[in-house]
């Protein structure tokens, strides 16, 4: 017994001195962080708790998204979701118990063993995120994950967790050096504009967005407390604002992180640059690359859609696309049609029919996107109609796809007889995904608008 009670206390000894434990125990804005991204975790699992993205029946459906460097996600699905099963309800109620066990070993400040609970959030967070699924996060999942990495693995953590959210809020805003922002069609092409802006106001809405993002959020790590307190009081008002049109998520990861850090027990932090720092250093160095990958694959980010996941992306352009996907199937069926406007999770389906001719079926699917919310990525359409071949009967499937950015010209981007014997690259340029002026203009939008 004393044997196990020795080891016990070596491991922890071992666990606090590896992930600084220390700076947990003696800081107050680190054990306010601390609880702030347990916080996130709880709006994130309260989201994913019902969601079918990850389930079994998703992967037989052939709706599963992956990631395009692990193409095969699906393949390790295991949960089901109600009424199919009670799998992932009960496995996020573990979670919360988790999370109830966590708060409650704060309260005891316990934080070794709070550490460890929060520790496997995390790593739960980072397979869902990066290994099942492509589409069940957003950028503001990225925010967390990267300030939870720091608070749980770098010495120096408040000095990495304010560095962090800064320079987190500067790759932001190299995604909207376009004309999507710099001259504010993102929102001049919507019909309902800026929330509460004046039409004529919207360039300018746009670059005192770009301006904050990329100059004035370094005050917020100002010696000067006129300046830092100005930034302070910007980036709040930016985020309650920000919430009229992405609710509650976004504002949910930035605002308790931004008073914390920056807020009422702001303290400048002097700049480590011991071997200690290496760690945090390297998060750094590895957010910088996370948001350079996605400008590199692609020779147009912003129209491909190739590597748009990679980085902070939110707001990156205001999207609309059409896209037809015909199934040829051995064997004769009864001709019929549908036309109409069907709509589910940001996008509607236009037409559907049935037409038999020489001895094969063609199952003709068309669909259009809903909102400027939905990217229209032409992986995910490619990668979910993809599904079905192989299947029994399938002689092949067919893709044409047109999309428009900002309200610009719709581009004819792809036009495959057989996408089944496609590939596509997760790190270059895909060849048939087609660019101008390569990709004729096939017509022009109508205004359209950031949620339906």
């Given at each position: 017994m004393k044997k196990l009670e020795y080891f016990s206390q070596l491991c922890a000894r071992r666990y606090r001195r590896l992930f600084s434990i220390h700076e947990i125990e003696e800081g107050s804005i680190v054990q306010?962080?601390?609880?702030a991204v347990l916080f996130y975790f709880f709006v994130s699992f309260s989201r994913w708790i019902g969601e079918s993205t990850i389930t079994i029946e998703t992967a037989r459906e052939g709706g599963a998204i992956c990631w395009a460097y692990f193409q095969n996600c699906a393949d390790f699905y295991f949960l089901h979701l109600i009424p199919y099963g009670y799998s992932q309800s009960t496995l996020y109620m573990v979670f919360y118990g988790i999370m109830l066990l966590t708060v409650y070993l704060m309260w005891k400040k316990?934080?070794?063993?709070a550490h460890v609970l929060l520790f496997a959030l995390f790593l739960w967070k980072v397979f869902v995120i990066f290994f099942l699924t492509s589409v069940i996060s957003g950028p503001y999942d990225y925010y967390h994950l990267i300030l939870t990495a720091i608070l749980l693995f770098v010495p120096f953590k408040e000095y990495f967790l304010k560095l962090g959210f800064v320079f987190m809020y500067f790759m932001s805003a190299t995604i909207k050096f376009s004309?999507?922002?710099v001259l504010g069609t993102y929102f001049?092409?919507?019909?309902?504009?800026?929330?509460?802006?004046p039409s004529w106001l919207t360039l300018v809405a746009t670059n005192i967005v770009i301006f904050g993002q990329i100059i004035e959020c370094w005050?917020?790590?100002s010696r000067n407390k006129i300046l830092q307190r100005i930034a302070v009081v910007y980036a709040t008002f930016f985020h309650l604002y920000s919430g009229i049109l992405v609710f509650y998520n976004y504002p949910s990861v930035a605002l308790p992180p931004l008073l914390i850090l920056f807020g009422p027990m702001y303290r400048h932090t002097p700049t480590p640059f011991s071997k200690k720092a290496i760690a945090g250093w390297t998060i750094i160095a590895l957010v910088g690359l996370f948001q350079l990958l996605g400008f590199v694959v692609s020779p147009n980010r912003f129209l491909t859609l190739e590597g748009h996941r990679y980085g902070m992306y939110m707001f990156e352009a205001n999207h609309q696309c059409l896209?037809?996907?015909r199934t040829y199937v051995r064997g004769a069926a009864e001709n019929k049609s549908w036309r109409g406007l069907q709509?589910?999770?940001?996008?509607?389906?236009?037409?559907l029919s049935t037409e038999s001719k020489n001895g094969e079926t063609v199952y003709t699917r068309k669909s259009e996107s809903a909102s400027a919310w939905n990217r229209c990525d032409p992986?995910?359409?490619w990668s979910q109609a993809r599904s079905r071949c192989g299947t029994p009967g399938v002689l092949r499937i067919s893709m044409e796809y047109v999309h428009s950015i900002n309200g610009g010209p719709f581009y004819k981007m792809i036009d495959e007889p057989s996408i089944c014997n496609l590939t596509y690259r997760p790190l270059a340029h895909n060849e048939w995904i087609k660019v101008p002026p390569d990709a004729p203009v096939v017509g022009y939008p109508v205004e359209n608008d950031y949620q339906y």
């Amino acid at each position: 017994m004393k044997k196990l009670e020795y080891f016990s206390q070596l491991c922890a000894r071992r666990y606090r001195r590896l992930f600084s434990i220390h700076e947990i125990e003696e800081g107050s804005i680190v054990q306010w962080m601390f609880g702030a991204v347990l916080f996130y975790f709880f709006v994130s699992f309260s989201r994913w708790i019902g969601e079918s993205t990850i389930t079994i029946e998703t992967a037989r459906e052939g709706g599963a998204i992956c990631w395009a460097y692990f193409q095969n996600c699906a393949d390790f699905y295991f949960l089901h979701l109600i009424p199919y099963g009670y799998s992932q309800s009960t496995l996020y109620m573990v979670f919360y118990g988790i999370m109830l066990l966590t708060v409650y070993l704060m309260w005891k400040k316990d934080w070794v063993q709070a550490h460890v609970l929060l520790f496997a959030l995390f790593l739960w967070k980072v397979f869902v995120i990066f290994f099942l699924t492509s589409v069940i996060s957003g950028p503001y999942d990225y925010y967390h994950l990267i300030l939870t990495a720091i608070l749980l693995f770098v010495p120096f953590k408040e000095y990495f967790l304010k560095l962090g959210f800064v320079f987190m809020y500067f790759m932001s805003a190299t995604i909207k050096f376009s004309p999507g922002w710099v001259l504010g069609t993102y929102f001049s092409s919507m019909e309902s504009g800026v929330p509460f802006v004046p039409s004529w106001l919207t360039l300018v809405a746009t670059n005192i967005v770009i301006f904050g993002q990329i100059i004035e959020c370094w005050f917020l790590l100002s010696r000067n407390k006129i300046l830092q307190r100005i930034a302070v009081v910007y980036a709040t008002f930016f985020h309650l604002y920000s919430g009229i049109l992405v609710f509650y998520n976004y504002p949910s990861v930035a605002l308790p992180p931004l008073l914390i850090l920056f807020g009422p027990m702001y303290r400048h932090t002097p700049t480590p640059f011991s071997k200690k720092a290496i760690a945090g250093w390297t998060i750094i160095a590895l957010v910088g690359l996370f948001q350079l990958l996605g400008f590199v694959v692609s020779p147009n980010r912003f129209l491909t859609l190739e590597g748009h996941r990679y980085g902070m992306y939110m707001f990156e352009a205001n999207h609309q696309c059409l896209y037809t996907i015909r199934t040829y199937v051995r064997g004769a069926a009864e001709n019929k049609s549908w036309r109409g406007l069907q709509c589910s999770n940001r996008s509607c389906v236009t037409e559907l029919s049935t037409e038999s001719k020489n001895g094969e079926t063609v199952y003709t699917r068309k669909s259009e996107s809903a909102s400027a919310w939905n990217r229209c990525d032409p992986y995910e359409i490619w990668s979910q109609a993809r599904s079905r071949c192989g299947t029994p009967g399938v002689l092949r499937i067919s893709m044409e796809y047109v999309h428009s950015i900002n309200g610009g010209p719709f581009y004819k981007m792809i036009d495959e007889p057989s996408i089944c014997n496609l590939t596509y690259r997760p790190l270059a340029h895909n060849e048939w995904i087609k660019v101008p002026p390569d990709a004729p203009v096939v017509g022009y939008p109508v205004e359209n608008d950031y949620q339906y």
